[in-house]
């Protein structure tokens, strides 16, 4: 994927989340907002990344029924390192974000209502394992309504 690609994706992403943070502040769809948010922290750089692979993409279509919504902070350039802190702050995460500053290959399954990291899953656990994290943070968010 070119630079420019991505950092296309990255400002779509950004008028979404917008889009969508603004439709839930007004009262609106509150029922379609995400359970949980599945956060990257990637960078082309970065080796636990590369050993990632694409399970990121491979658990969006795995669990696309899940009320997941699916984030890439991207870490590669100042550019995107920007982009992705914006985007994370419009998403509520301006924490997460704080927290994480500079830190990537990995995966934060948080809560979408709280905002409060539930999980971390690592580059060296298997798509399955990742897969029943998910399942079970969708579960144990659901279960509290």
């Not at 630079?3 to 029922?31: C, H, K, P, Q, Y």
């Not at 590369?50 to 795995?62: D, I, Y």
């Not at 902070?73 to 100042?78: P, S, Y």
Request: glycine content about 6%; aromatic content about 6%; proline content about 1%.
């Amino acid at each position: 994927m070119t630079a420019t690609l991505r950092n296309s994706i990255l400002i779509l992403s950004l008028l979404f989340a917008v889009i969508n943070v603004s439709l839930m502040s007004a009262g609106e769809n509150e029922d379609a907002a995400p359970e949980i948010i599945a956060v990257k922290f990637h960078a082309d750089w970065c080796g636990s990344c590369k050993a990632m692979g694409n399970v990121f993409e491979e658990l969006q279509a795995k669990f696309d029924t899940k009320p997941v919504l699916y984030v890439t902070l991207d870490h590669t350039r100042d550019f995107n390192r920007k982009q992705s802190k914006f985007l994370a702050e419009s998403l509520g995460l301006g924490d997460v974000w704080k927290q994480n500053n500079g830190k990537t290959g990995f995966i934060l399954l948080v809560d979408g209502k709280t905002r409060k990291v539930i999980t971390r899953l690592k580059s060296t656990q298997t798509l399955k394992e990742m897969g029943a994290e998910l399942v079970a943070a969708v579960e144990k968010t659901s279960v509290r309504g």
